[in-house]
């Protein structure tokens, strides 16, 4: 693809002149690798994509979804955040199991069969309309705001912050990883039914991929940072956001879970990229 696609799509992902390392390091390899497999397969290809929060796995998912339709293959990059239990699931988990659960995000708070039964429907014939998840008001849109997709697609892009992770064993869970653990969980009853989760429901979930890309964060203080600097990028352009002390205590709920994906996930990972504190690609052996 031409210089002239690359400036289109800087400007319409409102993206620095920097992304252009992005894409010629993580883009152009990841969508000739599914390329490949795709005529390898002659069936859909179906891929995770892991990343932390803020680590640009949703910009990166789109700029491949647009590398691969210039091969002229069909390609679709859906997200785990779509598939959040609606507010009201959420509140009635948070009564019924642990007040932690109205917060969306961790593992327990999606809605797993739904998401398996689109990733399905993206490799069968037919026409699909997928879900979408408004996070201003944190529920989900109405259906006539889904988008819809002819299927089958040769390449599906599934992102998302604990895509392909594994549950942690269970002597890991017994103490606080933080402030917000120990007080609101005490007794470890939500961080075990968030690990039970992605044990279970989950591992069925990501059963279907076919492989798992990391999107490598240098440090869980990384990951901060980037969310904070996400919520200042909306509040300067909707007037509304999240103050840094809120954003820190959001992001607490995700942090056991980044720290055991960054440890256990690189070693089985297909593909790896290190990312810089600015997220810029790092080099690879």
Known sequence: MGQDWISQFLAEEDLPDSFRVTLETVCEPLAARLARLRQARRRTVLIGLCGAQGSGKSTIAAATVRLLEARGLSAVAISLDDFYLPKSARERLAREEHPLLAVRGPPGTHDVALAGAALDQLRAPGRIALPAFDKATDDRRPRAAWRTVATPVDVVIFEGWCVGARAQGAAALAQPVNALEAAADPD??????????????????????????????????????????????????????????????????????????LTEMPERARLVFPLAEDRTPLPTE
């Open 188 to 261: 470890g009853r939500w961080r075990a039914y968030v690990n039970g989760q992605l044990d279970g429901p989950y591992q069925a979930l990501f059963a279907r991929l076919q492989e798992v890309v990391l999107l490598q964060a240098p440090s869980f203080d990384a990951v901060l940072a980037w969310r904070q600097e996400q919520e200042h990028k909306l509040l300067a352009r909707t007037g509304h956001g999240m103050p840094d002390a809120e954003i820190a205590r959001f992001v607490a709920h995700y942090e056991r879970l980044t720290r055991w994906i």
